[in-house]
């Protein structure tokens, strides 16, 4: 068998690693910033989720060789005037902590009316610490006023996608990774990837 090329996703974010492996680990070798020692930590200092998906993908891929893939992620809620988006990681109070996180969303989302809410990824890729092409997907749904389920991680259990009545939490990762924001943005870069390296072998 051939060897898979390698691709470098600029996260420490384990989860977001785990779900991009489990999409296109059969065609990349999926490593993270976790596993070189060099990665610098990016302040995520942008305004906007492509800005700070640049900031990442850019800083790893100074000095990482191949391909890096960044994401960043966020839930926009209609009732909450888009927030958390961009600061959805710390909406809590705590970078990364995602029951305080939760718990923010479950209060200020209490009695309102209007649940619509979105996820919402952008992907960078880079290389040699040049952006090559920016990618964004997009998922649909409502926020649930109690938690619901286990799997997945961050607002997934108090995410209700569009055309389903569970919680990503308990619809599990299959269903989760055939639709969500990640998903669709990383089908993409899959076919921007395959697009290129046919265009290299012809
Ligand atoms: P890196 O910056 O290292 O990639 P991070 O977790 O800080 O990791 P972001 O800055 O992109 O990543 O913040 C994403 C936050 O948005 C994440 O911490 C969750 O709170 C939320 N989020 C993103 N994707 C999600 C998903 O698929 N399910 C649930 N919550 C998600």
């Known amino acids: ?9 600029a996260t420490r974010n384990a989860h977001k690693t785990a779900e991009i492996r489990s999409m296109i680990g059969d065609r990349y070798e999926v490593l993270d ?5 060099q990665c610098p ?4 200092t942008g305004t ?3 800005e700070n998906a640049r900031l990442k993908a850019l800083g790893v891929s100074r000095v990482v060789e191949g391909w ?3 994401d960043d992620s966020g839930l926009e809620v209609d009732a909450l005037g ?3 988006g961009v600061w959805s990681s710390s909406f809590g109070g705590e970078e990364g902590n995602h029951p305080l996180n939760n718990a923010r969303l479950i209060r200020e989302m209490a009695g309102k009316f209007e649940r619509r809410a979105r996820f919402r990824c952008t992907m960078v ?4 610490g040049e952006e090559v092409a920016h990618f964004s ?21 108090l995410f209700i996608p569009e055309g389903y009545s569970e919680t990503f939490s308990e619809l599990g990762e299959e269903v989760k990774n055939s639709l969500s924001h990640r998903a669709r943005a990383l089908a993409q870069v899959a076919d921007f990837l395959r697009d290129l390296s046919r265009g290299e072998s012809n």
Do not use: K, N
């Open 1 to 9: 068998m051939q060897a898979r090329p390698r691709l470098i996703v």
């Open 33 to 37: 910033a976790t596993h070189f020692p």
């Open 41 to 44: 930590e990016i302040d995520e």
């Open 48 to 50: 906007t989720f492509l």
């Open 68 to 70: 890096v893939l960044s």
């Open 82 to 84: 888009g927030a958390p």
């Open 125 to 128: 890729l880079a290389r040699s």
């Open 137 to 157: 997907g997009v998922v649909e749904g409502r926020i649930i006023e109690v938690a619901r389920g286990s799997e997945g991680f961050g607002y997934d259990p």
